[in-house]
């Protein structure tokens, strides 16, 4: 049985490769042993699996990952906006790891330590709002569009989506107490509509919101949100 040190330093083994192979997506093996100073045929063997780095170099590889790569830069690249304004994040999802590191490094100074549960919605945003609550290793709680079961006792939130059209999304109660501190995740934030609805279905549990983090939002937040809570935007588009 590993003692809890010697879980995170493997851990930590595991994700440098896991960091290698995204990145090899990107850079040549030439260009990455000129970023980390480790030979090109030692990066392969990394990157195919066929060899784990030690505890000393997989410390030194995500360390020169911070000082070195712009990851922002990186992930940036993966979003396309469509001519009709749509802004389309899935690439993302191609680089978990690197985007879990940048998020850790984003949000360990810029959200309360007290959050216990992180609410997101069944949508494309339920990916990031996994990866969040995995960095803080806490809870997630889902909002869906649909009721689950009829024994199952909901909160209920209308979300306007045209002047005709009218939709409607479901928080179970006993997932969500009183005096709960949360933090709201969605991939993008184009009206903010949905934010808006899952801010209101948070508050009725009583709950208090510590903020809201969103992967991609226009440049100009709603005002009538700003006002409501903190927004961290990881990318402005």
Not at 202 to 229: C, Q
Request: glycine share 4%; net charge positive; hydrophobic share 40%.
């Amino acid at each position: 049985m590993f003692s809890q040190n010697k879980e995170d330093n493997l851990r930590r083994r595991l994700i440098s490769i896991e960091l290698l192979q995204e990145l090899k997506t990107i850079y040549t093996y030439k260009e990455l042993s000129e970023i980390f100073n480790v030979q090109e045929s030692l990066l392969c063997r990394y990157v195919n699996g066929n060899r784990i780095p030690s505890e000393k170099q997989a410390a030194e590889i995500i360390t020169k990952i911070k000082e070195k790569i712009t990851m922002s830069q990186i992930l940036r690249n993966q979003i396309k906006v469509f001519d009709d304004g749509f802004i389309d994040v899935s690439n993302l999802l191609f680089f978990p790891t690197l985007l879990k590191l940048h998020l850790s490094l984003t949000l360990g100074v810029k959200i309360n330590d007290n959050i216990n549960k992180i609410v997101g919605i069944a949508s494309n945003g339920l990916p990031f709002a996994t990866i969040v609550a995995s960095i803080y290793d806490i809870p997630l709680i889902i909002a869906k569009k649909h009721k689950d079961s009829t024994f199952l006792r909901y909160l209920e939130e209308n979300v306007k989506e045209s002047n005709s059209v009218v939709s409607s999304i479901y928080l179970r109660e006993d997932l969500i107490k009183k005096n709960d501190k949360v933090v709201l995740v969605d991939d993008v934030l184009r009206s903010g509509k949905t934010l808006t609805a899952l801010y209101n279905l948070a508050s009725r549990a009583g709950a208090k919101i510590l903020g809201a983090i969103i992967i991609a939002s226009g440049h100009k937040l709603p005002p009538e949100l700003e006002n409501k809570f903190q927004i961290i935007t990881l990318f402005r588009i």
